[in-house]
């Protein structure tokens, strides 16, 4: 393949986007035609340099802080989009709070992202892995003890039978592994080609395998079932991420909820213990799902822009899907569960008695973004926050859990012994929150959750608006 480097293409980018930024205040300037695309066969280099002036200069546009951002900013002195990205994220001091908020804006080469909305793989480190990986995620239990704690079934891991709860007891033949090692861990098991593992099953037998790593479909609803507990039907949905194919998952919604229905559910627990975000449009879907009919037509949400951009601010409002009548929805939560899952569960608090539990406070991400071209590459600078109908909004440290319950890591999803989903149905059934079991306090020490605070890192949380 022959290699150009269309400098003049760059340059036009720049212009277009200062061009653009005119234009939406000038509605009645044309904009000029794009320039002819290079031949078949022939890549296209951007200029480096210009690449990260118009990633600065989106940022002023559409950056919800974009005031902040001081003048002498020099996006040259930094490496790449990305880079950039991640350096004005400093630059996002939000009433209330001393310190900046912002830990999400971010940059992705476009090849990569598709791949990632398009539910082809987790989203790992700000870049996909040209090998894909392993579709494995773990946590530790306890000092020692690393289990697995998320699975995709398609990926390697999924397809050589794995499953969360499995405790790992030898990576590469080292059988050293404790919270001191997380990120010699996190570069095995997410970043690696390839990685040997041993495994030890729940009933104590083991495994030894080589996972190679590879691009597979997400499945984000995980298992979705229907618990018969005397006069309580309970609703259990495990879902992991907001991202990949939206007509694909809102089929996988209408089919869980019919199910639900016609088993005639009573409660329902939503376990988002890792899910990291994805579209709004699929969390405004997922709230339609599950409010009451005396909810209809009342406001959603509102998204809001910066001063500059206003005129682009959004109200959503409630279009009650199904027939399922709730008062009450379980969450199942850890810091993992962020953005569109924090949407979720922030837009039913006024209709519903929403009970949340888990290990810890959510992530904490109030804010979304969308993609915005940059070359080849998207900028993802944070561009809008929300509220819900009470104006409550800003959780940048989390929304908070009704009961402390350490996460059930020794487990299979669906298990009516794991920590969490136990204590669930305890509530929905006696009105009291199970403890957690003395063997699982471990998992609540500092050690342990910031080690898993490591481990989870590489994971990015996202937001993802439709744009204007």
Same mark, same amino acid.
């Given at each position: 393949?022959? +290699? ?11 212009? *277009? ?10 509605? !009645? ?26 990633? *600065?200069?989106?940022?002023? !546009? ?38 900046? %908020? ?5 940059? /992705? =080469? =476009? ?84 990685? $040997? ?8 037998? +083991? ?30 949905? %495990? ?8 007509? @694909? ?50 406001? /959603?949400?509102?998204? &809001? ?46 209709? /519903? ?13 109030? %804010? ?14 944070? $561009?809008?926050? +929300? ?11 989390? #929304? ?11 487990? !299979?999803?669906?298990?009516? @012994? ?18 957690? /079991? ?10 342990? #959750?910031? &080690? ?8 990015? =949380? ?7």
């Amino acid at each position: 393949m022959t +290699t150009i480097t269309f400098k003049f293409l760059s340059i036009f980018f720049v212009g *277009l986007v200062l061009f653009s930024s005119c234009k939406k205040d000038n509605p !009645d300037v044309v904009a000029p035609a794009p320039p002819a695309p290079p031949p078949v066969g022939v890549a296209v280099t951007f200029n480096p340099d210009l690449l990260k002036d118009s990633s *600065l200069l989106q940022s002023r !546009d559409i950056y919800l802080w974009n005031t902040q951002i001081p003048a002498t900013f020099n996006a040259r002195s930094y490496t790449d989009p990305a880079a950039v990205m991640t350096a004005i994220r400093s630059f996002s001091i939000e009433p209330g709070f001393v310190s900046s %908020v912002d830990r999400w804006s971010f940059a /992705m =080469k =476009k090849t990569e992202w598709d791949l990632v909305s398009g539910g082809m793989g987790a989203l790992i480190g700000g870049t996909k892995q040209e090998a894909g990986d392993f579709g494995l995620s773990v946590f530790f239990r306890a000092d020692g003890d690393l289990r697995v704690r998320l699975v995709e079934p398609n990926s390697p891991s999924g397809l050589a039978g794995i499953r969360r709860g499995w405790r790992i007891s030898k990576i590469n033949g080292n059988s050293n592994i404790n919270t001191s090692g997380s990120s010699t861990i996190v570069d095995n098991v997410y970043y690696a080609a390839s990685t $040997s593992f041993e495994f030890i099953r729940p009933d104590g037998t +083991t495994m030894t395998t080589t996972l190679n790593a590879a691009h597979y479909t997400d499945k984000p609803v995980y298992l979705d079932t229907v618990y018969d507990k005397g006069t309580q039907k309970i609703g259990y949905l %495990v879902f992991n991420s907001f991202l990949g194919n939206q007509q @694909n998952i809102s089929a996988e919604f209408d089919r869980v909820f019919s199910k639900f229905a016609a088993a005639q559910v009573t409660d329902v627990v939503i376990d988002l213990r890792y899910n990291g975000g994805g579209y709004v449009s699929l969390a405004e879907k997922l709230v339609n799902y599950l409010v009451p009919s005396s909810a209809n037509g009342g406001l /959603m949400m509102k998204q &809001s822009y910066n001063a500059k951009n206003s005129q682009h601010d959004e109200t959503t409002y409630i279009q009650k899907t199904g027939v399922l009548q709730l008062s009450k929805i379980y969450f199942i939560v850890t810091k993992s569960t962020a953005s569109a899952s924090e949407l979720l569960i922030n837009s039913l608090k006024p209709y /519903m008695n929403v009970r949340v539990l888990g290990p810890t406070n959510t992530h904490g991400k109030p %804010v979304g973004f969308f993609p915005i071209s940059v070359g080849d590459w998207y900028v993802f600078p944070v $561009s809008f926050k +929300t509220t819900n109908k009470n104006g409550e909004g800003s959780y940048f440290n989390g #929304l908070p859990v009704n009961a402390v319950i350490a996460d059930g890591l020794d487990k !299979d999803w669906g298990d009516t @012994n794991e920590s969490c989903l136990a204590s669930a149905i305890k509530n929905i059934t006696t009105g009291t929150y199970q403890r957690s /079991m003395a063997t699982e306090t471990n998992s609540q020490s500092p050690v342990i #959750l910031n &080690s898993n605070d490591k481990l989870d890192g590489p994971f990015i =949380k996202v937001t993802i608006g439709k744009g204007f």
